[in-house]
């Protein structure tokens, strides 16, 4: 937990001064998901290209 609230507040100290609030979230969120991409990266937990074409098309029906 400490490591987490550490890691917020440097991200919040890294936004320029008039940042607006919906702005940092998204910052924080993306954050967010590119630590959790890269976990899963490292864990073997990734599909292929072909496979995420396909599953990709099946969203545009």
């Known amino acids: 937990m400490h490591q987490a609230k550490e890691l ?4 919040v100290q890294e936004q320029p ?29 990734v599909i292929g290209n072909e496979d995420m074409k396909h599953r990709i098309k099946t969203w545009q029906k």
Do not use: P
């Not at 917020?8 to 991200?11: H, T």
């Open 17 to 45: 001064d008039d940042s607006s609030y919906d702005e940092i979230l998204r910052e924080l969120a993306f954050f967010r998901m590119v630590e959790r991409g890269l976990n899963d990266s490292q864990a073997g937990r």
């Open 8 to 11: 917020i507040k440097k991200i």
